[in-house]
């Protein structure tokens, strides 16, 4: 089974990670970044122009180590960063200082709707603007860009989880729709709402490296059942077991 943990509890996992292997947070971003990265390579075709839309926290850091790593496996990146507000993670201006400082490729600030830019035709979007700890909905300019991706022409991913996405609730908001959502290590609980299948598009979750143990004290409250769990359950008939035989159903 698959632990499915809340935005807190994910948020509790990568601190206890981050003080008990020891590890960085920086680090711990890089890595979730290169597993990323490993999958996307392994999906999408180097011959596909990216762009990358970031914004300036947690979310946007993973892009712009995404962007900088997929640029060393030979892919054609342009990096947009949301410059709404003036809130920047710490993890976001380390990342923002490696990407100008190993790259040549420069960063471009989208402050207004007349500089969202013009994406051509087939090219991947990757959305790392907002991720588990959005708890209220887009609006303003991250809202309108986040629509203007939506009808472009192009593979939609998202990183951890689609911009606009609640992860521990159905969300009724505008979002951002992904054709894939490659999520860090653990499923989210929003993305088993019949309501949100059009945001996640196909999901894989990548091993980040959490601790084993990191699973807070007052374990998950829901899990996702594999063919394996259900398979151990599973007796082996013969060849003309029937219900008469092999134990009947009551259905209350």
């Known amino acids: ?46 011959s596909w122009p990216v762009y990358i839309f970031c914004g300036n926290g947690n979310n946007g850091g993973d892009g712009l180590a995404i962007g900088r790593l997929l640029l060393n496996c030979g892919y054609e990146v342009h990096v947009f960063i949301l410059n709404n507000n003036g809130n920047h993670s710490e993890e976001f201006r380390i990342n923002e200082a490696r990407f100008k400082g190993n790259t040549r490729q420069s960063l471009i600030y989208i402050d207004s709707e007349a ?36 009808v472009q022409q192009g593979s939609r991913v998202s990183v951890d989880i689609p911009s606009g996405l609640y992860a521990d609730k159905p969300t009724h908001e505008v979002t951002f729709k992904a054709y894939l959502t490659i999520t860090f290590q653990y499923p989210k609980l929003s993305f088993l709402f019949s309501e949100n299948l059009e945001t996640i598009g196909a999901w894989h979750a990548v091993d980040i490296g959490l601790a084993s143990d990191a699973i807070p004290a007052d374990s998950p409250s829901y899990f996702l059942l594999e063919r394996r769990d259900i398979e151990q359950r599973l007796k082996p008939r013969k060849k003309f077991d029937h219900k008469g035989v092999f134990g009947h159903a009551f259905i209350y």
Do not use: C, W
């Open 1 to 46: 089974m698959i632990p499915i943990l809340s935005s807190l509890q994910i948020a509790e996992a990568d601190r206890f990670t981050i003080e008990h292997e020891p590890i960085t947070s920086i680090d711990l971003m890089e890595r979730a970044a290169e597993a990323f990265t490993r999958l996307f390579t392994q999906k999408l075709k180097s």
């Open 115 to 150: 500089t969202f830019p013009l994406i051509p035709k087939g090219a991947i979007i990757i959305d790392a603007l907002f991720g588990t700890g959005l708890n209220k909905p887009l609006n303003e300019l991250a809202e309108e860009l986040v629509k203007y991706l939506n």
